[in-house]
């Protein structure tokens, strides 16, 4: 007679953790599926364009191959002047640079939201080196035309008009660009707050750079006409979601028949030395209604965190204060988290009836 087998129980042990390990692979697999229908990846595209003397970053989805390439001091990994997509529609986000910035300072930030689907406008401010004195209520109003100009120059160009879903328009803006941001989506802004919060508060790093104008950086600033009021509504147009990152914020004020957007993202940093997030972040946080936060944090970080890291070839970067990270600081960690955030909130923006 045949020995009838014998399993040991370290046999049906290594048995069940095989077939435990077996189901969870499905599992993952089914949701990675599941993950990849509601956040499609693309290929980003980037170009450049100028209009009227405003100089143009617009990141995109498209097919074509992405290149290694240099941008100012940035190496990316882009589809430069590829043609975009053309089997969907995409959702616009306007994006705005801090004081006297450069678009492409986040460009790692507009390559996530592209490869999420949406189509990334971002202008250069050329009013910028006007930022001071009686001229601040000018060079703010003019952000916010900057923005809506850049909006109506892509939307121009048929390849992107025919893609471009305008039934929801979403706004992102780090530091100044925060004004601009919450301008545009319908908020004021009221320069005699801005005074009023130096005089009772120590926030000396910001308030003595509220008059000191920064240094040219090749755009041509325009000659500011306008007559604009120290407390002042620019005509806003953003219909979506608002998210600002180190934002200036007393400047602001909230008037709820006045405000567009739907929802507020707002994320000051814990180590930021030039808009102190007690001061700033938390000042929005307070002043916008409960139902208008959809997330509100303090993280670690500092104020130029939200900047790509510069490429290792930049000679002296160690020494650039936007390059610079304090001992320890995983800059490229932190955009890893922060732009994931940045793509949920704008999905879910975009997305909710």
């Given amino acids: 007679m045949a020995k009838p087998s014998i399993t040991s129980s370290t046999d049906l042990t290594s048995s069940a953790i095989s077939a ?3 189901v969870g692979i499905v599992i993952l697999t089914l949701f990675l599926v599941f993950i990849g229908q509601i956040y499609p990846s693309f290929a980003a595209g980037f170009q450049t364009i100028t209009s009227s003397e405003l100089t143009i970053g617009v990141w995109y989805p498209s ?23 053309t089997d969907g529609k995409y959702q616009i986000i306007l994006m705005s640079h801090g004081n006297s910035g450069y678009f492409r300072n986040y460009h790692l930030t507009a390559k996530a939201l592209a490869d999420a689907g949406f189509i990334v406008i971002a202008p250069m401010h050329a009013a910028d080196e006007l930022m001071k004195g009686d001229d601040i209520p000018k060079v703010l109003d003019w952000r916010v035309r900057e923005l809506k100009a850049a909006f ?3 939307l121009d160009i048929k390849t992107f008009n025919r893609i471009a879903d305008i039934s929801r328009i979403h706004v992102l803006g780090h530091s100044l660009g925060a004004v601009t941001a919450l301008n545009a989506a319908g908020a004021g802004f009221d320069i005699t707050l801005l005074h009023e919060h130096c005089a009772r508060e120590n926030d000396p790093a910001f308030c003595e750079r ?7 950086r090749g755009t041509i600033t325009p000659d500011l006409s306008l007559d604009i009021p120290l407390r002042h509504f620019p005509e806003a147009f953003i219909n979506g979601g608002a998210a600002v990152v180190a934002p200036v914020g007393q400047l602001v004020f909230f008037e709820e028949d006045s405000f567009l957007a739907r929802k507020v993202f707002i994320v000051g940093l814990e180590g930021d030395k030039i808009t ?3 001061f700033h972040a938390k000042y929005l946080a307070d002043i916008f209604p409960e139902k208008y936060i959809e997330h509100y944090s303090i993280r670690p970080g500092h104020h130029f965190a939200f900047v790509a890291p510069f490429a290792d070839r930049v000679p002296g970067k160690e020494s650039i204060p936007v390059a610079k990270d304090p001992a320890g600081f995983d800059r490229k960690a932190f955009l890893d988290a922060i732009n994931q955030d940045l793509v949920e909130f704008f999905i879910s923006q975009s997305q909710t009836p």
């Fill in 276 to 278: 102190l997030p007690q």
């Fill in 210 to 216: 509220r008059d000191r104008g920064p240094s040219q």
């Fill in 63 to 85: 097919d074509a191959p992405e290149q290694d390439r240099r941008l100012g001091p940035f190496d990316v990994r882009l589809a430069f002047d590829a043609v975009p997509k």
């Fill in 20 to 22: 435990v390990k077996a």
């Fill in 152 to 154: 109506d120059s892509v």
